[in-house]
């Protein structure tokens, strides 16, 4: 099946400074990736959908300049924490989908960040 | 809107016990798609399931089986025989029409098997 890829799986930032998590895919082209946000036994809320080439549309109460998302390629999405916060520190997940694969298809999730700011 | 919903929070079951684990979900249309995830320690969400909203039979896979009932919203999934490897956050999802959709999840389910 197709493969997302997610780096770094877990990064641990100063207070203050910012952190960029890629997400990419690694044997399909994804015109549109998803990032969601989980929090400790929580479930996972969509933040924003990543469209290749253009900005980014983000859910309703996120902040989109602190969470910058850029999509400049069709196999590669970047969501950048600016300014991290201990309150930022949080499970982060992308997903993307095949639209090659034909119909209507599941969303391949990457591995996922652990992100910790102290 | 909509809206997924996984009443269990947390369910706790002895080895080889058959479990289920339910999903409810709403919404205004008639072409949709469901989906459940499983999300192990390790964190990533692994597919394990997608049914649309035309499809109704029941689908069984292993020890895994899911029961689609459009008159109640539901969409429920069984395990048969579970085993430790089971223990798992099940994520019950919901997405509409179109390849470019998001997925709406439920808080999810915390299965424990224990030996």
């Known amino acids: 099946g197709a493969v997302v890829s997610q780096h770094p799986s877990r990064v641990i930032c100063k207070s203050g400074t910012s952190v960029k998590i890629e997400c990419r895919s690694l044997?399909?082209?994804?015109?549109?990736m998803f990032w969601y946000r989980q929090f400790p036994k929580k479930s996972l809320m969509l933040m924003a959908t990543s469209n290749e080439g253009s900005k980014a549309t983000y859910e309703q109460g996120v902040e989109k300049d602190k969470f910058l998302i850029n999509h400049a390629s069709l196999t590669l999405s970047t969501l950048t924490v600016t300014s991290a916060h201990p309150e930022d520190s949080s499970f982060y997940i992308c997903?993307?989908?095949?639209?090659?694969?034909?119909?209507?298809?599941?969303?391949?999730f990457g591995q996922g960040t652990r992100l910790t700011v102290v | 809107a909509q809206k997924v919903t996984q009443a269990q929070t947390e369910i706790s079951v002895v080895e080889k016990e058959d479990v289920t684990l339910d999903c409810v979900y709403e919404t205004r249309d008639t072409t949709y798609y469901l989906f459940w995830y499983k999300q192990p320690p390790s964190g990533e969400l692994v597919f394990l399931i997608r049914r649309n909203s035309f499809d109704e039979q029941n689908e069984i896979s292993g020890r895994y089986s899911w029961n689609f009932q459009k008159s109640t919203s539901s969409f429920n999934f069984t395990i048969t025989a579970s085993q430790v490897v089971d223990s798992a956050v099940y994520f019950c999802?919901?997405?509409?029409?179109?390849?470019?959709?998001?997925?709406?999840f439920g808080k999810g389910t915390k299965l424990t098997v224990n030996p």
């Open positions: 044997d399909f082209q994804a015109t549109t």
């Open positions: 999802a919901l997405s509409l029409q179109g390849g470019s959709e998001k997925l709406v």
């Open positions: 997903s993307a989908r095949d639209p090659d694969r034909g119909g209507y298809t599941e969303a391949f």
